[in-house]
């Protein structure tokens, strides 16, 4: 199978504090990767190095290769809002614009200049039916965004990065801030869109991890311990330390 992204020997740094170290990555193309292991282990700074979401950040420093599509992501003349369109983020608690429904998912193809209104009409449609939400909410478009439940914004969210047409959607912990009827809502919608898309989730919640993933990475201390087929990293790992983690003897 295909990769869609491919890490190698990636160093991260913030400041004099090396947080990555020397990690390797491949995400396969139409597949959930999960990214585990305790807090302050390095997923979520691995997974915002896969669209340069790092950059933001004072001081960073990167070592390494990080291609998409076989194109190195961190060369120079590599457009940064073109990488974050292919690579769309949702993050961990739903974070909506304080604008209504339709201006939410069209706010990224307003951004980019497209202000033709039967185009906008039609990515709404489109991207609110792929986030399962265009029955509940076709009626009421102009409805703030804020005044949805969480499991709805959250949803939402991943509605406006869909409006884009990524090609992969990271999420960092896209469930953490929702009961558990909410939770579900989202885990059947990843496993939907990774028909179409590839996805990237950190989670601290092992079960989803072993419910809805192809491809498990476990983190420790900023080195990738051991990556492979998720059932493979639950039910047999190669590493004591993956073996001591998932059995819930460490973390």
Same mark, same amino acid.
């Given at each position: 199978?295909?990769? #869609?992204?491919?890490?190698?020997?990636?160093?991260?740094?913030?400041?004099?504090?090396?947080?990555?170290?020397?990690?390797?990555?491949?995400?396969?193309r139409h597949r959930i990767t999960a990214l585990?292991?305790?807090?302050?282990?390095? *997923?979520?700074?691995?997974?915002?190095?896969?669209?340069?979401?790092?950059?933001?950040?004072? !001081?960073?420093?990167?070592? !390494?290769?990080?291609?998409?599509?076989?194109?190195? =992501?961190?060369? +120079?003349?590599?457009?940064?809002?073109?990488?974050?369109?292919?690579?769309?983020?949702? $993050? %961990?608690?739903?974070?909506?614009?304080?604008?209504?429904?339709?201006?939410?998912?069209? $706010?990224?193809?307003?951004? #980019?200049?497209?202000?033709?209104?039967?185009? @906008?009409?039609?990515? /709404?449609? @489109?991207?609110? *039916?792929?986030a399962w939400l265009w029955d509940q909410l *076709?009626?009421?478009?102009?409805?703030?965004?804020?005044?949805?439940?969480?499991?709805?914004?959250?949803?939402?969210?991943? #509605?406006?990065? &869909? +409006? /884009?047409?990524?090609?992969?959607?990271?999420?960092?912990?896209?469930?953490? #801030? &929702?009961?558990? =009827? +909410?939770?579900?809502?989202?885990?059947?919608?990843?496993?939907?869109?990774?028909?179409?898309?590839?996805?990237?989730?950190?989670?601290?919640?092992?079960? %989803? +991890?072993?419910?809805?993933?192809?491809?498990?990475?476990?983190? &420790?201390?900023?080195?990738?311990?051991?990556?492979?087929?998720?059932? !493979?990293?639950?039910?047999?790992?190669?590493?004591?330390?993956? @073996?001591?983690?998932?059995?819930?003897?460490?973390?």
């Amino acid at each position: 199978m295909d990769c #869609a992204i491919t890490v190698r020997d990636l160093d991260l740094y913030y400041g004099t504090f090396q947080a990555l170290k020397k990690v390797p990555l491949d995400v396969m193309r139409h597949r959930i990767t999960a990214l585990i292991g305790p807090s302050g282990c390095g *997923k979520s700074t691995l997974l915002r190095t896969l669209n340069r979401m790092n950059d933001l950040v004072p !001081g960073v420093r990167i070592q !390494g290769q990080i291609l998409l599509e076989g194109r190195d =992501i961190y060369a +120079a003349d590599m457009d940064v809002c073109a990488l974050r369109k292919r690579v769309g983020m949702v $993050f %961990q608690r739903p974070n909506p614009f304080p604008l209504s429904i339709r201006d939410n998912v069209t $706010f990224g193809l307003r951004v #980019a200049g497209q202000t033709d209104r039967d185009v @906008q009409d039609e990515v /709404v449609e @489109q991207s609110l *039916k792929g986030a399962w939400l265009w029955d509940q909410l *076709k009626d009421q478009l102009n409805r703030s965004a804020l005044e949805l439940p969480m499991d709805q914004q959250q949803r939402l969210c991943v #509605a406006r990065v &869909l +409006a /884009v047409e990524p090609e992969v959607i990271l999420m960092d912990e896209p469930c953490s #801030a &929702l009961d558990p =009827i +909410a939770t579900a809502r989202i885990e059947e919608l990843m496993l939907d869109l990774k028909t179409r898309y590839t996805i990237v989730i950190v989670t601290h919640n092992m079960q %989803q +991890a072993a419910r809805i993933s192809d491809y498990s990475g476990y983190m &420790l201390l900023g080195d990738m311990v051991e990556f492979g087929a998720t059932s !493979g990293v639950f039910t047999s790992p190669k590493d004591k330390r993956t @073996q001591d983690y998932v059995s819930g003897r460490y973390g």
